[in-house]
């Protein structure tokens, strides 16, 4: 006796009308499931235009890894269980089902012939019973997460627009995949095949049903089947009307991400997005596949500090939004209600009346943790910002932001100092500083606000200076030609302003008498970094932008730096977002701590997950609100302060050095902890005064 499939058993024999029925509903479901799906489309479609990326080897390889693999998973390891379980379980069991009926309706049906028989249909059996059994293993364990654990990160903001939430999904998936096995079982115990066996958990569970008679057998096999049949197509055709699509949105957001740097900024509108249409279509894509997991909330600095800021109740909002103002969804209104014009409210309300209130989105300080551990690759900074160019635009603002904004303007610095102050540090040191637009130098630093007007910090920016004298580097400064390089000012949504210091900027460059064809600038700050690096236009010159601390690691790789002392203690270092997440340079700045002799002790937020000082994204320049609790720099100076033996904080970021230096105070490590920048560092091993 050859194993073959049956076709419709029991079904065929006793209840043609139900196969009959069957067909029809699956249509029907198949229509619903193409409706749903052509509605996403169109309101994706009611975006603005960007361009479609590239297909490249290179994108293939990170679309395998992050959306069959689950990549950004791979550090939580019940995570990576559960999606794995899930994801394999589904697809595996949905090419299952699509085999069945092709072997049905083509094979048999037109051919003549089955393919799922023999050896064949034995291994397709085994392989469905331990992918079937993983599923129930997945949900099982999505279920205990989020029901019983209840973690912080998965409580969700209700939405009138997102009725069926993941307990009803995950239930109706549990029921399919649970009655799937019965319906199994029910057939194995009727008819008793020998290769029952090669379905473990059917076979198994036929057991249960030994003592039943034929006819008992086959009616409760029909209803089973029925059952787990109307499921399995009610499931189909919710699929794209229900938080279950983004099974299929969140693969396409992975696909489409950004490959380019991430400290690039799309240029967008320079006046900002207000309506839901005003985002591209790629960025409608993403609200769209968000999976509600809460990562990026939970290492969300504002959200930490106590701010409004959830960024994952911004992309929720913004699917909720887009679920109901799209104009392509015809109907509903801003308000929610039918009876309105939808065009005339779209045209009066932006999402910034209806849908935020302004000290969520000025919360931000764009550290981009959100962003980096996103499994599915949504750009959340990038959407802030372009939210907040129409709070600029309307003049939605903080006094202290917009003092500094007028002294950005006016000035070209947020102190609000003439350009004659901004090489005034230099009047402190024994050599003279090369004016870099009046003589020739290989290299130029270019200091940054902070470094150059803060008081407290003109110390550490003279020693830098020295360190890089003492290795032998030829280098210059723009003097006052320097400005803001506009990094936390393009951050803040003042586009245009960031256009004006930026072209500033490159017009003092473009006088630089460089020695050789080799341009190199280096910067003390990391925000500069990041705009010279990703967001000026060099016009293909060969410049050449490097962190002081990647160029003094090579100085001190070649020989030119050389300490005549080591340190010693315990230390630990903050990675400043722009260095780090932005930039990938994490290896740098701890080689040099290293090499100075002193014992690096990680915070437990390291690297790319570390926690923002709260600087960026042009807070320094914001006043804290009311709900703040505990500022971001407090938390992370009370984590330096809880390693064993740890005295000191060491950073590679001006603005650190600012921030950490009054937490230290204001938590209350005085005397417990220190905070040093590591030319500081440098300049002490060197034994230079
Ligand atoms: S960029 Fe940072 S502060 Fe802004 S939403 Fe993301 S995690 Fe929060
Ligand atoms: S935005 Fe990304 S990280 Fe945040 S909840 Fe959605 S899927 Fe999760």
């Known amino acids: ?14 209840y043609r009308w139900a196969e009959v029925l069957a067909y029809l509903l699956g249509g029907l479901a198949v229509i619903l499931f193409l409706i749903g799906v052509y509605k996403h489309f169109k309101r994706w479609r009611s975006g603005r235009s960007e361009p479609f990326p590239v297909f490249t080897a290179e994108r293939l390889k990170s679309f395998i890894k992050y959306a069959f693999f689950q990549g950004r998973l791979a550090t939580d390891g019940y995570a990576i269980v559960m999606h794995l379980c899930i994801f394999f379980g589904m697809c595996v069991l949905f090419a299952g089902t699509a085999l069945a009926t092709i072997d049905q ?26 992918f079937g059994i993983a599923l129930i293993a997945g949900l099982l364990l999505a279920f205990y997460r989020r029901y019983i654990i209840k973690p912080e990160r998965l409580k969700n903001l209700v939405f009138p627009t997102f009725p069926l939430d993941s307990f009803y999904l995950l239930a109706m998936l549990l029921f399919i995949a ?54 399995a197509l009610t499931f189909i055709a919710l699929i794209p009307h229900s938080k279950a699509f983004h099974m299929f949105t969140s693969a396409a957001s992975i696909y489409l991400r950004n490959m380019g740097p991430a400290g690039a900024l799309p240029a967008g ?18 609200f769209d596949s968000c999976t509600w997991c809460g990562r990026c909330q939970e290492l969300c600095p504002a959200h930490i500090s106590g701010s409004k800021l959830s960024p994952k109740n911004v992309i929720l909002k913004l699917n909720d939004a887009m679920l109901k103002y799209s104009p392509a969804n015809g109907t509903p209104s801003a308000a929610g209600q039918t009876g309105e014009n939808p065009d005339a409210v779209n045209k009066e309300k932006t999402l ?57 303007n006016r000035y070209g610095n947020s102190f609000g100092k003439s ?15 090369k004016d870099a637009r009046k003589e020739p130098v290989d290299c130029v630093w270019f200091v940054g606000d902070y470094a150059s007007f803060d008081p407290r910090l003109q110390t550490i920016t003279q020693a830098t200076a020295k360190v890089l004298q003492e290795a032998g580097v030829d280098f210059g400064i723009l003097y006052e030609g320097e400005r803001n390089s506009g990094n936390d000012v393009r951050r ?142 407090e938390n992370r100076v009370k984590e330096a302060a809880s390693l064993n033996g740890v005295q000191m904080i060491v950073v590679a970021c001006p603005k650190d050095l600012a921030m950490f230096r009054d937490a230290v105070k204001t938590t209350g490590n005085e005397g417990k902890l220190v905070v040093k920048d590591i030319a500081e560092l440098i300049a002490e091993a060197m034994e230079i005064q």
């Open 352 to 408: 910034q009346d209806t849908v935020f209130e302004p000290s969520e989105l000025w919360g931000c300080t764009t550290c981009r943790a959100c962003e980096e551990v996103c499994p599915v690759f949504i750009e959340h900074p990038r959407t802030i910002i372009e939210l907040r160019r129409y709070l600029v635009g309307q003049g939605v603002m903080d006094k202290t932001l917009q003092d500094a904004l007028n002294n950005l």
């Open 492 to 633: 803040i949504g003042e586009e245009g302003l960031f256009e004006v210091l930026r072209d500033k900027n490159l017009d003092a460059f473009s006088k630089v008498q460089w020695k050789n064809g080799k341009k190199v600038i280096i910067t003390t700050d990391p925000h500069s970094y990041n705009t010279l690096k990703n967001e000026y236009n060099w016009d293909g010159a060969n410049v050449e932008i490097r962190h002081y601390t990647e160029f003094l690691n090579q100085l001190v790789k070649d020989g030119k730096i050389q300490f005549k002392k080591q340190l010693s203690g315990k230390v630990t270092y903050h990675d400043p977002c722009y260095l780090g997440r932005y930039n990938g340079v994490y290896e740098e700045p701890r080689f040099l701590i290293r090499s100075l002799g002193l014992d690096l002790i990680e915070m437990p937020r390291n690297r790319s997950k570390s926690h923002c000082c709260g600087a960026g994204g042009g807070r320094m320049w914001m006043e804290d609100t009311a709900e703040i609790k505990e500022r971001p720099a």
């Open 105 to 130: 309706d083509v094979a048999h049906l037109i051919f003549k012939n089955q393919f799922l028989k023999g050896s064949f249909y034995l291994g397709y059996k085994l392989f469905l019973d331990i």
């Open 269 to 286: 509108e320079p006046s900002g997005v207000s309506k839901i249409t005003d985002f591209t279509w790629r960025q409608l894509l993403q």
């Open 419 to 433: 350009d004659r102050m901004r090489a005034k540090w230099t009047q402190g040191l024994p050599f003279k500083v």
């Open 178 to 231: 649970l009655s799937g096995f019965f319906v199994e079982a029910l057939r194995l115990a009727e008819t008793k095949v020998p290769w029952a066996h090669y379905s473990p958990i059917g076979s198994s569970l036929a057991v249960l049903f030994n003592t039943m008679d034929k006819q008992s057998l086959l009616s409760l096999h029909f209803v089973v089947w029925s059952l787990h049949g109307l499921a």
């Open 1 to 14: 006796m050859t194993p073959i499939r049956p076709l419709f058993y029991n079904i065929h024999e006793n």
